[in-house]
């Protein structure tokens, strides 16, 4: 049985989807000319995804850079309007929402940024940073903005006496925090965090990544994570989406899709995730990519991955695009052959990277006590 490639994959949990997309589409037009624009061309940022995310869970979308995964995490937020296709919110069609109608929905849904820095106005001391959500919303009266604030930075792990500092006075872990301690403010349900371990050292991330599941947990949070390193997907999501070139390649649970990859393209993104067990490393089967990323302007024809795929078979692969297809509860890949069971990687290399990544965290967790200590 195949599912439409614009139909979502199928639920694995019951109730209303809090976010859905359904057949979204994303294109932004390429123009020529000073002062007769011409429209030349258009960039198929994202065509025709359908995705649903519910409460308490959280999504992960991982793919390479320029896969459309920051595009759709904007539309979910209603930050670019849709070229095609409808977004849903807790089962509200907000598509074609007004600024005015979406302002109580905004309150809902807030946004953890790549660059800390960047996202952070450099003019302003945190505590103010932290407060404007509640002064735009008036969700707090303004004589108890400062000690919400400051109970705001201590549930973060941040010092609330660091109250007046500059982002410039903080570390890069210290201000994605900030970052994440503006998003709780008012006190959403939904958090779309694009790459937010990124830019931060190894040891930083695992501290960021452990204060998003204690908040998760504390605010009954749902998040749609963004990443483009699997191991953190892994660690952090409940289903991962893989993207590529505009499109949902593959839908899974972490653990099936780490397992029993079906798309070639999720495999060869594993394939290529260490293994620090230089034996077990070795038993694992590599799927090296050819090729760069073609370009969204002009996408290829068929299956969008047909020019680098190693498990392409012509003509059918570049001539009939495949549907989402279900294999396991949960899982559906678009794929005309996809790959076999385990075909990357062994019990045993999954266990040792799983315990690997365990010890990981566990090192952060007992060398920097969660949310109420000084913070690196
Ligand atoms: Fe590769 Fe063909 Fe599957 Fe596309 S449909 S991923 S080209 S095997």
Redesign the pocket.
Known sequence: MSVDVGQPAPPVHNGTPLVKLVDVKKYFPISRGLVFQKRIGQVHAVDGVSLEVYPGETVGLVGETGCGKSTTARLIMKLFDVTEGQVYFDGQDITNLSRRAMRPIRREMQMVFQDPYASLNPRKPVGSIIADPLRIHKTVPADRIKGEVQDLMKRVGLNPEHYNRYPHEFSGGQRQRIGVARALALRPRLIVADEPVSALDVSVQAQVLNLLEDLQQEFNLTYVFIAHDLAVVKHMSDRVAVMYLGKIGEVATGDVLYQNPK???TGALLSAVPIPDPRLASERKRIVLEGDVPSPIDPPSG?R??PR?P???FPR?SEEE?LLTPHRPGQVAA???PLEDRAIVTVEAEEAAAEAKKATVKRARTTTPRTTRKTR
């Open positions: 798309h070639p393209y299956c991955f047909h795929c498990n392409a078979q692969c495949p794929c005309h052959f």
